[in-house]
């Protein structure tokens, strides 16, 4: 596997959906990878990136960005409210937007910066306690609070549940965007991306598939 079997992939569910072509983004998620092996990838023309973490983003991607072009960098792991500014000056896009204090956090900011990354709210689709997101029977508020922040809200992101079946909740996810008036929905992995094209999502996050196994040491 690698980037080019994946982009073909993504392509081929594109069109068994009927999406048109290039209509999905792929995200192609480089946390805990060597600098070696994202280098690999840039020099194959990706240029959408995901990270998980902002310090290690601080510490990868500034490099990155003085030797190559147009690089789009989506924060999709869990934000820390202390870490909002950092975050917002260093990447294009937040995915996980997961609660009140951390939206009001992001306004305040954009405000004094006078810019905001796209931003994606997180459901937590399957009601995990363990994880992170907005609850389904909050959707609907959440996205109001954060439309009168004037936040840029392009659209829902989710993790389905490791042990259910992902087309229940990528189908869940998108009727609260359809309900919300939402076009982005950020859901699918290297597992189960093809599933979350068909269902409508318009970024998959995907990382083995591309990179291979992840080595955390």
Known sequence: MGLSDIKDRIAKAEAEGGRAEGSVTLIAVSKVQPNTKVESVLREGQRVFGENKVQEAQGKWPAFREQFEGIDLHLIGPLQTNKTRAAMELVNAIHSVDRPKLAHAIARIAQEIGSCPDLFIQVNTGEEPQKAGILPADVD?????????????????????????????????????????????????????????????????VGSAIFGERDYG
Do not use: Q
């Open 141 to 205: 508020s959440f996205v109001a609070e954060c439309r009168a922040l004037d936040l840029p809200i392009m659209g829902l992101m989710c993790i389905p549940p490791a042990d259910e079946e992902a087309s229940m909740h990528f189908a869940l996810l998108r009727k609260f965007a359809e309900r919300n008036g939402l076009e982005g929905l950020s859901m699918g992995m290297s597992s189960d991306f093809e599933k979350a094209i068909a269902f409508g999502a318009t970024h998959v996050r």
